[in-house]
């Protein structure tokens, strides 16, 4: 039993819908609806955001939960300079970052993220985020996530625990010799 | 108020290999021995499947991001050892001839394979290191052996500090190990230390050291909240006449750096020639018919011929075909298959052949859809040890960002080219083993995010002969600093080419008696002899007449 409550800050509806398109960018996935902007539904199946990665996100385990706001905020600047150099228009009804097609969402992702780029740590650790979301549902026990259906644990087939929560695997290898020792291996199994 | 302060003989700072092999040794010695560990303690029945944030998958270790490198390692009682994959090989001869770019041998000369094989044995005995059977090899591991085969070469089964009557192949190791088939320290040594009267204090982080008037050392330490390690809750002092290093490679030289001030000049070799084992990792994305047609597996009916990712104990096979001491230095590797969890592992890996983006995105996503049929290859190359630590942050060795797991180091690390000539001779080599006959798809994972990454950190405050390029004698002594010694990762000198922990404790066992030997100088009435925490004695006799050769007091 946690001692500390899980707390998950809370974000203003823009700022969600930014990292949301973020989150998007890095694991995609299919529209939630049809007319959804934030995910840009260039994939099939539920991408980073569908498996939660605001919640991950929101949880103040991860510790950029109280920059959240910030970064929504610095890449939809970051848009708006990209929209300009290379003479996108913006549609002023969501936030810029939002407004991007997937395309330039990815291009300006890449640009954050090189290294060199003084705010690479952030986008870094937002990126990381994210992804986690999918790969691993950071945010929720893991047996609860595969019954509940979790987009992600099921995309990489991960399988069903047994009933205590842990997982054992009786069949474990192919049991044969499938090459030849090295000829300079001591007795015990090291390099001689 | 001197009267009040806390004393203890042995003071051990960490209680990985280094710390619970030396507290184990000086217990059982009759000194009175205090270890402080900056992680928690955990029970075997808290070691958690569970990939969510505060299970015992993220506390118990403590991924550091810093520039150029990002460090793998364990912060629990038992360190290490309870995190790691219990892949325990010897390092080939030709490492401890390694010149790297200082232009003559690294190690001292007291030390080589011939040397060190009466402490490597020693550990056998204690942790049940054993050679692993073909029968015990995963089906990621038979796959690596089956594909090394196709390509002509040898490919053998680790050895490995598993108990594989227990083991249930469920791959968690990395969150400790829930069955007790790993032979952590906290199934030998520490009962060990424990039971011969050593005291264990996990959630305490050592910040700095220095001196009494009387010539021994105060030790400061901080408080950390066993579920927020953010939050720290007070402060104590614990003096001791000899202290053992054995916070990590990625935290002993911190802990020195910032004590600088207080116990004057460090060896210039603290915090640098930082080595990451060389280690570079690669994903290959198999193509399941071609493993079915051309190697000739098979999984049973109805299941893919390999499709196994998630099922296996770590690294159960690798390649030692360029473990070849006549190759020269920066050419020479081992390529373990091994097992990386979700969480890290996944992000850094690249899409083959990408359009886009190659490490996020569509195309990225959809060779996540193929986890199951991924391989992952570790390489342990040679590297330069060119990391070097920049100043303390201002607890700890990170500046933690998530409650546990996360956090930014001052470790600065830019490959040389002799560096990135083993990479990348050793990235060629995994391509031209998987992709033969299109049995998979390769690519390294990417440096771009957070740098290279090890699990294996090294060389930190590393040994040696010369007192310019090494910060400890060959006894495992912090040169200047009587009393003070160093037995994790950070002392050995170099890249190994294969798994180090086995090396690691190697040293350990074999600082002890150095280190009983200094206490009984500071008038602590200790002796050497204890035999292995198994009970086992022949380790033990083997060594005990090359002590006496060396006229050890107390031995």
Same mark, same amino acid.
Request: glycine share 16%; with cysteine.
């Given at each position: 039993m946690r001692r500390i409550p899980e707390r998950k800050v809370d974000i203003a509806e823009a700022a969600t819908f930014t990292l949301e398109a973020y989150a998007d960018t890095i694991v995609p996935g299919e529209?939630?609806?049809?007319?959804?902007?934030?995910? @840009?539904?260039?994939?099939?199946g539920g991408g980073a955001v569908a498996c939660g990665a605001l919640d991950l996100l929101r949880w103040? @385990?991860?510790?950029?939960h109280d920059g959240l706001e910030d970064l929504a905020s610095r890449v939809n600047d970051h848009a708006r300079a990209y929209a300009e150099k290379t003479g996108r228009t913006l549609d002023?009804?969501?936030p810029p970052f939002v407004s991007l097609d997937y395309d330039d969402r990815v291009r300006l992702i890449e640009e954050l993220t090189t290294?060199?780029?003084?705010?690479k740590d952030f986008w870094v650790l937002l990126s990381l985020f994210c992804n986690m979301a999918f790969d691993?549902?950071?945010?929720?026990h893991t047996d609860e996530s595969i019954e509940n259906g979790h987009p992600g644990l099921a995309a990489m087939g991960i399988t069903v625990p047994d009933t205590d929560g842990l997982w054992r695997f009786?069949?474990?290898? !192919?049991?044969?010799?499938l090459a030849d020792l090295h000829p300079d291996t001591t007795p015990s199994g090291s390099p001689a | 108020m001197s009267d009040t302060t806390e004393k203890t003989d042995v003071l051990v700072i960490g209680s990985g290999f280094g710390g619970a092999i030396t507290a184990y040794h000086l217990a059982a010695g009759g000194a009175k021995v205090t270890v402080l560990e900056r992680g928690p303690w955990l029970k075997n029945?808290?070691?958690?499947?569970? !990939?969510?944030?505060?299970s015992s998958y993220t506390r118990i270790f403590d991924f550091v991001v810093g520039d150029g490198m990002s460090v793998l390692g364990g912060n629990c009682v038992g360190g290490g050892s309870v995190v790691y994959f219990a892949a325990m090989p010897r390092a080939p001869r030709f490492v401890f001839d390694r010149h790297g770019?200082?232009?003559?041998?690294?190690?001292?000369?007291?030390?080589?394979r011939e040397t060190l094989d009466p402490w490597y044995d020693r550990i056998e005995e204690s942790l049940s290191v054993s050679k692993q059977d073909w029968s015990d090899a995963s089906y990621a591991g038979g796959l690596w052996a089956a594909a090394c085969n196709h390509a002509g070469r040898t490919a053998n089964p680790l050895a490995a500090a598993i108990d594989n009557s227990k083991c249930?192949?469920?791959?968690?190791?990395?969150?400790?190990c829930r069955f007790e088939a790993k032979q952590s320290l906290t199934v030998n040594y520490l009962p060990g230390a424990l039971a011969h009267g050593a005291e264990v204090r996990p959630l305490h982080e050592v910040q700095y050291l220095e001196r009494t008037p009387g010539g021994d050392y105060r030790v400061h330490y901080n408080i950390v909240d066993d579920e927020d390690y953010r939050l720290q809750s007070g402060s104590g002092v614990i003096e001791a006449k000899i202290v053992v290093m054995a916070a990590g490679a990625a935290a002993t030289p911190v802990i020195l750096q910032r004590s600088e001030t207080r116990l004057g000049t460090m060896p210039h070799a603290v915090g640098r020639y930082?080595?990451?084992?060389g280690e570079r990792l690669n994903t290959a994305i198999l193509n399941e018919d071609k493993v079915a047609e051309?190697?000739?597996?098979?999984?049973?009916?109805?299941?893919?011929? !390999?499709? @196994?990712?998630?099922?296996?104990?770590?690294?159960t096979v690798a390649s030692w075909?360029?473990?070849?001491?006549?190759?020269?230095?920066?050419?020479r590797y081992s390529l373990e298959q091994l097992y990386f969890p979700p969480g890290l592992g996944t992000i850094l890996a690249q899409v083959p052949d990408?359009?886009?983006?190659?490490?996020?995105?569509k195309e990225k996503k959809e060779i996540l859809k193929h986890w199951k049929s991924w391989l992952t290859i570790f390489c342990m190359t040679e590297d330069d040890n060119e990391g070097v630590f920049g100043p303390p942050p201002a607890t700890g060795n990170s500046h933690r960002?998530?409650?546990?797991m996360l956090g930014r180091g001052n470790l600065s690390y830019k490959p040389t080219e002799n560096t990135w000539h083993g990479w990348n001779q050793a990235d060629a080599d995994v391509k031209e083993i998987l992709e033969k006959d299109g049995l998979a798809k390769v690519m390294p994972w990417t440096n771009?995010?957070?740098g290279a990454y090890t699990v294996h950190p090294l060389a930190s405050c590393r040994m040696g002969d010369d007192p310019h390029t090494s910060a400890l004698d060959d006894t495992s002594e912090l040169r200047g600093h009587s009393g003070i010694f160093v037995t994790d990762g950070?002392?050995?000198?170099? @890249?190994?080419?294969?798994?180090p922990a086995m090396t690691i404790a190697a040293l350990a066992e074999r600082a002890v008696p150095h280190i009983v030997a200094a206490a009984r100088a500071k008038g602590i009435a200790v002796t050497y002899g204890a035999p292995a925490?198994?009970? !086992?004695k022949s380790g033990r006799d083997a060594v005990l007449p090359l002590l006496r050769k060396k006229e050890l007091a107390g031995v």
């Open positions: 529209k939630r609806w049809p007319g959804d902007r934030a995910v @840009a539904g260039v994939s099939t103040d @385990a991860t510790g950029i002023g009804t969501v290294p060199g780029h003084p705010e691993s549902a950071a945010h929720l009786r069949d474990f290898g !192919y049991g044969r010799r | 029945d808290e070691f958690e499947h569970d !990939y969510k944030l505060g770019g200082i232009g003559r041998r690294m190690w001292p000369k007291s030390v080589s249930v192949n469920c791959n968690f190791m990395m969150a400790g930082f080595s990451g084992n051309i190697l000739g597996l098979s999984r049973g009916d109805g299941q893919l011929p !390999y499709g @196994a990712n998630a099922i296996g104990k770590g690294p075909d360029k473990l070849d001491g006549s190759l020269p230095e920066y050419s990408a359009s886009g983006p190659t490490w996020f995105g960002i998530s409650q546990q771009d995010l957070v950070s002392a050995v000198p170099g @890249a190994l080419t294969v798994n925490p198994t009970g !086992y």
